[in-house]
């Protein structure tokens, strides 16, 4: 039997091509269960306050950083959204006097437009919060150089060379609507992938790269980023690939309540804790890396009961 159609593009793979059985039993997930979905290589995190969410995904760089030697270089990959960590890893870093010289950092994506990476005086630019939200925060006598500061550009031939040499402890992430990390979309349903997504084989093979967008990601990026404006947001992106994602000793993914939504939220932790893997759902992708957290605040979990509004 060929798939079905998206509910939201036919065009696009998405998670709504699923067997109806894992969309119905993700939904049925209490907190209480998905907490027990924890196996070796994947491991569910709860924390009841946002000030304790945000404080671990901050911890999460300065203890990869802490790491670092010249001789040794460490380094994070880090997301825009959230963003609330980044004030917070420059305070700690201040506080506690740490000198970051030797470590590094990647961004996880960008913006693409006019046929090139948006400019950071754009208004969306993810290079711009990076800095601005924290390593022009952090004391210049602590903070690394800038040629340890890895944006990817339109060219990703630097940004895919700087990930050799250098140990990416963790890569963190968030979990976008259309079940993404960073922009690691499902893809069009055309070509090849006319009647079947690619496989999770082929779909790894994908480096850093210039991506189209699933439509509920511009749609989604223009109600968190820019309220609601979707003629604001650029249809495509630079992306960390799956090649880059497999290479940093730990996948950290956090879940604030605010991107992903409840069902979303169910979803992917199902799919990885079973190891049901389906690129029309990038994220269960992660069920093949072996070692990853999902970090959940409490109150951001919610129900997927139907509730009239």
Not at 114 to 137: G, I, K, M, Q
Request: hydrophobic share 40%; with cysteine.
């Amino acid at each position: 039997m060929p798939r079905k159609l998206s509910s939201i593009s036919p065009d696009w793979w998405d998670y709504t091509t699923l067997n109806d059985e894992i969309i119905q039993t993700a939904a049925r997930l209490t907190p209480e269960k998905m907490l027990k979905l924890s196996r070796p290589g994947f491991r569910v995190v709860f924390y009841d306050t946002l000030e304790e969410f945000y404080l671990a995904e901050a911890l999460e760089y300065v203890a990869a950083w802490k790491e670092s030697t010249p001789d040794n270089p460490v380094g994070i990959c880090g997301p825009i959204g959230p963003t609330e960590q980044l004030p917070l890893v420059a305070r700690i870093v201040n506080e506690l006097g740490l000198s970051i010289r030797s470590a590094h950092f990647w961004g996880m994506d960008e913006w693409f437009a006019n046929d090139r990476e948006v400019p950071a005086t754009h208004p969306l630019s993810f290079e711009r919060a990076d800095r601005e939200l924290c390593f022009n925060r952090i004391r210049r006598e602590l903070v690394m150089p800038d040629s340890h500061l890895h944006f990817p550009k339109a060219d990703t031939r630097a940004y895919r060379a700087s990930w050799e040499g250098v140990r990416c402890a963790v890569m963190q992430g968030g979990q976008g609507d259309v079940k993404h990390w960073a922009f690691n979309d499902p893809l069009p349903r055309q070509g090849k992938f006319k009647n079947a997504p690619p496989s999770a084989a082929e779909y790894r093979k994908l480096t850093t790269r210039v991506v189209e967008l699933h439509p509920l990601t511009i749609a989604q990026n223009a109600r968190t980023s820019g309220g609601g404006n979707i003629a604001l947001v650029p249809t495509q992106a630079i992306s960390v690939g799956p090649v880059e994602t497999w290479k940093a000793g730990k996948v950290s993914i956090w879940h604030a309540g605010k991107h992903d939504n409840p069902f979303g939220q169910r979803l992917t932790t199902w799919m990885i804790s079973r190891r049901i893997v389906d690129a029309a759902v990038p994220m269960s992708l992660l069920a093949e890396h072996p070692n990853v957290q999902f970090n959940f605040y409490r109150g951001g979990i919610g129900t997927c009961e139907t509730e009239l509004h």
